[in-house]
C-alpha cells in the first residue's frame, strides 16, 4: 500500500485529503479540515497564509498519528494571488482578489495598451483581479523591496521544501506569460512593474520539488513526505479530476466561482474567444483550459453567511425546491456582487431597481441563485459549442457544486444535454493522480482517467426529451 496526499484549499476551505493506495484501487479519506477566508487588516482584504501553513503541518502530523510513514504530497488552492518575499520571509500577508484595490485598474492599462493586443499574446480572459492588474496596483515600495514573488500554491510548497518554483497551471493565470513563447513576457513584465528575476523558474505538474525540510523534521512529528508540483490552480486540478475518455469534453467546475469549458489541445485565441472574454488557461500534460470564469456558489454561501449560517446548504436548496423557478432574471455576474456587505439587499435591490419580482424567504433567494446560474450556463454552453466549432453530447459538473441535485437538474434542463455530475471531491482527485501518474503508477493521463472512471459513480440528470446518457467513451 502507499499513501498520497492532497492539499486542497479553496477561498472558504482547505482540507487535506488521504488515498491508500493498493492494487489498482485507492480509498478516499480526509484527514484534516480548516477554514479559510480573507480578513481586513492594514487597508486591505489579506489571507493568513501562515495559518494556511499550519494547518498542512497540522494535517501532516495526524497522518503519522494514523501510523503513515512515507507519503507523498501536492498542493493546489485558488489562483492569481501572490506573496512577496524577502530573505525567504513574507513582506506582508498576501492581498485577496476579491480586494477592491483592482477596481479601475483595467481601464487603467488600457489606455496605453490595447486589451486585444494583451489577450493575443496570452489568450486569457480579462478579470480585474489577474495578477497582471495586481502588480499594477502593487505597493511600489514593497515591489521594488522584494526578490521574489511566490503564487499561493507555490510559496506553500517552498515553506515544506525550501523550492521556489511557477507551475505552469497557475502561472498561466497571472496574465504574464506568452502563449505562443511559453514563457513570461518581457513586455507584459514592464508594463506589470516587475523583473524577471523577481519570478520563479516554470514548471509543468508532476515535477518533484523535494522532501520536507530537515528543520520541519526536526520540529514536528511527520512522515517522510515527497513533496510533487501537482496542477496547482485548483480547477487544472479540477479538470485532470473528471471522469471521462472523450476527447475534448466539456465541464464545469462547480465551486465558490463555476468554470465552464472544453479541455483542448491546442489553445483558441480569436477575435471571437476574445469578444467572449474566454480563457486559455495552462493545463496539465500539455492541455488547456479553454473556459469562461463566471461566478458560482458564491451568492449562496454570502446568503448563508448573511443569515449567520441558520440554514445549511441542502437544508437552503430543500426550500428552494418548493419554489418555482426562473422568477427573475438577476445577472450574478455583474461586479456589485462580487464582494457586497449584504448579499441578500443586494440580490433584493437589484430586482428592485429592474422590476424584477423580489424574492423574499431563503427558499426564493436560493432558487433564485439557482435559476439565474442556470440560465448563465446556458448562455455560455451556446457561445462554447460556437467558439470551438463542436457539439457537446453531455455537461460533466465537478467540484462541490455537483452535490446541488436542484441545480443540477435546472442546468440539463436550461442546456438541453445531459449533466453527469461527479466527484464532488475533483479537485483533491485530480492532485492524487498527477501525483500517481508522477511516481510511476499511470502512465499517463488518459490511463489515470480510466481508473477514475472505474472508482467513480457518477449521478444523471436527463432533460425533458431524452432518456439515456450517450455512450462517449471512445
Not at 495526524?62 to 507523498?72: F, L, N, S
Not at 517552498?158 to 506568452?178: D, H, I, P, W, Y
Not at 509543468?204 to 496542477?231: I, K, M, N, T, W
Request: include cysteine.
Amino acid at each position: 500500500m502507499t499513501y498520497h496526499i492532497a492539499v486542497d484549499i479553496g477561498a472558504s476551505s482547505g482540507r487535506l485529503i488521504l488515498a491508500d493506495f493498493e492494487k489498482n484501487k485507492w480509498k478516499l479519506s480526509e484527514l484534516h479540515r480548516f477554514k479559510n477566508g480573507f480578513h481586513f487588516s492594514q487597508g486591505h482584504d489579506r489571507w493568513d497564509v501562515e495559518e494556511l501553513f499550519r494547518q498542512i503541518i497540522v494535517g501532516l502530523e495526524k497522518a503519522k498519528q494514523r501510523g503513515i510513514e512515507k507519503c507523498t504530497l501536492g498542493i493546489d488552492t485558488w489562483a492569481v494571488d501572490y506573496v512577496l518575499l524577502k530573505g525567504g520571509r513574507a513582506l506582508a500577508q498576501p492581498i485577496a482578489y476579491r480586494d477592491k484595490r483592482t477596481e479601475g485598474a483595467k481601464e487603467e492599462v488600457f489606455v496605453d495598451t490595447p486589451a486585444e493586443s494583451i489577450y493575443k499574446k496570452t489568450g486569457i480572459q480579462f478579470l480585474n483581479f489577474n495578477t497582471l492588474f495586481q502588480y499594477v496596483r502593487e505597493d511600489r515600495e514593497l515591489l521594488k523591496q522584494a526578490e521574489l514573488s511566490l503564487l499561493i500554491p507555490d510559496y506553500l510548497a517552498f515553506r515544506l521544501t525550501g523550492k521556489t518554483v511557477a507551475e505552469k497551471t497557475n502561472a498561466s493565470t497571472t496574465q504574464l506569460l506568452n502563449i505562443h513563447s511559453g514563457d513570461y513576457d518581457q513586455d507584459l513584465l514592464e508594463l506589470a512593474g516587475v523583473r524577471r528575476r523577481q519570478l520563479p523558474e516554470l514548471i509543468d505538474a508532476g515535477v518533484f520539488l523535494g522532501r520536507l525540510l530537515d528543520e520541519l523534521q526536526e520540529d514536528y512529528h511527520l512522515p517522510d513526505v515527497s513533496v510533487y508540483a501537482v496542477a496547482s490552480h485548483d480547477t487544472a486540478s479540477a479538470v485532470v479530476g473528471v471522469p471521462s475518455l472523450d476527447k475534448g469534453f466539456a465541464f464545469i467546475s462547480s465551486g465558490t466561482w463555476s468554470l465552464i469549458g472544453a479541455e483542448v489541445h491546442e489553445p483558441i485565441v480569436t477575435k471571437e474567444s476574445y469578444h467572449a472574454n474566454y480563457t486559455n488557461e495552462w493545463g496539465a500534460y500539455h492541455t488547456y483550459r479553454f473556459l469562461k470564469n463566471i461566478t458560482g456558489m458564491w451568492a449562496v454561501q454570502e446568503i448563508a453567511r448573511c443569515l449567520d449560517y441558520k440554514y445549511s446548504y441542502a437544508k437552503m436548496a430543500e426550500e428552494a425546491a418548493s419554489v418555482k423557478p426562473f422568477e427573475q432574471y438577476v445577472d450574478l455576474n455583474d461586479e456589485r456582487f462580487t464582494n457586497p456587505e449584504n448579499m441578500i439587499l443586494e440580490i433584493q435591490s437589484y430586482c428592485r431597481e429592474n422590476g424584477e419580482k423580489i424574492p423574499e424567504t431563503v427558499g426564493e433567494l436560493t432558487m433564485c441563485v439557482y435559476s439565474n446560474l442556470a440560465l448563465i450556463y446556458a448562455e455560455e454552453w451556446q457561445r462554447l459549442e460556437s467558439l470551438t466549432g463542436k457539439k457537446y453530447e453531455v455537461l460533466h459538473i465537478v467540484g462541490g457544486g455537483s452535490n446541488v441535485a436542484l441545480l443540477n437538474q435546472l442546468t440539463a434542463d436550461a442546456i438541453g444535454k445531459p449533466v453527469l455530475a461527479g466527484p464532488s471531491e475533483a479537485t483533491a482527485v485530480g492532485n492524487l493522480l498527477v501525483q500517481l501518474i508522477a511516481t510511476g503508477v499511470f502512465a499517463d493521463l488518459r490511463e489515470a482517467r480510466c481508473f477514475l472512471r472505474e472508482q467513480t459513480e457518477l449521478t444523471s440528470y436527463l432533460p425533458k426529451g431524452i432518456s439515456r446518457i450517450p455512450n462517449l467513451q471512445k
